[in-house]
């Protein structure tokens, strides 16, 4: 298909993306999408979306955990002082 955005061209690859489910974001590897080769930017079709939902809702291995950092930015600039 073609970028929305640039009009380049894009191409079928498995990307790592995060997601949000029922509240609880999840980082999901070796999912499909289009990316375009020339700004990119990301394709999901709403099927793999779906799939991936349909995933998360059953027992799913879970391959690691990470502890995420929430930061505002405003508020992070602010308290550097500058
Ligand atoms: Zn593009």
Sequence with gaps: MQCEFCDGETRPKKVK???WFQQQ???VEDVEAEVCMECGERYFH???LDKLDALLKRQ???RAR???EIVNMAQALAQQGN
């Design 17 to 19: 993306r995060s997601h």
């Design 25 to 27: 974001l999840y980082i």
């Design 46 to 48: 709403a099927t793999t």
């Design 60 to 62: 799913h291995p879970v």
């Design 66 to 68: 990470l502890n995420v």
